[in-house]
T-cell receptor
Framework: NAGVMQNPRHLVRRRGQEARLRCSPV?????VYWYRQLPEEGLKFMVY????????ESGMPKERFSAEFPKEGPSILRIQQVVRGDSAAYFC??????????????FGNGTRLTVT | AQSVTQLGSHVSVSEGALVLLRCNYS??????LFWYVQYPNQGLQLLLK??????LVKGINGFEAEFKKSETSFHLTKPSAHMSDAAEYFC??????????????FGKGTKLSVKP
């Protein structure tokens, strides 16, 4: 009965490199959300995906960031040409259905990205 | 647009004392409200939620919160603090329909310290 699994837990990248963050949702969940937590801030919504579809990416920076949730395999958040300002904790959450009334979000333990 | 304000970024109480963490929200539609707890280097765990019905909701670990529409508040309380309650607490709001369905809007969090 595994929860949301994120890896790696910690990721260090030099400026200009690419960061790939992976998220395996709870078994049976087909809705995935990515959030970013900056130091001393709450979580900020980035993107919402269902299998093979991006439903809402209104919180994603326009450049360098992309997300996917393929038919098979985990959801991937990809950050190209990382900068120091990308240093943050990135959390993935999943739910069985869209909406949270009867289908609350289950969060993973996050990936802490450090850009040096 | 929805928003959440948590008053007090840090709250310190003595063990056995009342815990009161404040949350006010702004929403143009009936809100769904949540409290999450985050222990160091972990993800968020759902404490309790309000969707419809009874305005006093009980959660895990002895916490409860009351939805007060007239005050646009959803304060979190616990009658007697325990050392294990030391963590960061996040209030969140969402709506159950429309383009933002399921996308949680978080407050900045309140760090709770419990003194022996």
């Amino acid at each position: 009965n595994a929860g949301v699994m994120q890896n790696p837990r910690h990721l260090v990248r030099r400026r200009g490199q690419e960061a790939r963050l992976r998220c395996s949702p709870v078994k049976g969940h087909s809705h995935v959300y990515w959030y970013r937590q900056l130091p001393e801030e709450g979580l900020k919504f980035m993107v919402y995906l269902q299998k093979e579809n991006i439903i809402d990416e209104s919180g994603m920076p326009k450049e360098r960031f992309s997300a996917e949730f393929p038919k098979e395999g985990p959801s991937i958040l990809r950050i190209q040409q990382v900068v120091r300002g990308d240093s943050a904790a990135y959390f993935c959450a999943s739910s069985r259905d869209r909406g949270t009334r009867n289908s609350p979000l289950h969060f993973g333990n996050g990936t802490r990205l450090t850009v040096t | 647009a929805q928003s959440v304000t948590q008053l007090g970024s840090h709250v310190s109480v003595s063990e056995g004392a009342l815990v009161l963490l404040r949350c006010n929200y702004s929403s143009s539609v009936p809100p769904y409200l949540f409290w999450y707890v985050q222990y160091p280097n972990q993800g968020l765990q759902l404490l309790l939620k309000y969707t419809t019905g009874a305005t006093l909701v009980k959660g895990i670990n002895g916490f409860e919160a009351e939805f007060k529409k007239s005050e646009t508040s959803f304060h979190l309380t616990k009658p007697s603090a325990h050392m294990s309650d030391a963590a960061e607490y996040f209030c969140a709001v969402t709506q159950d329909y429309g383009g933002s369905q399921g996308n949680l809007i978080f407050g900045k969090g309140t760090k709770l310290s419990v003194k022996p």
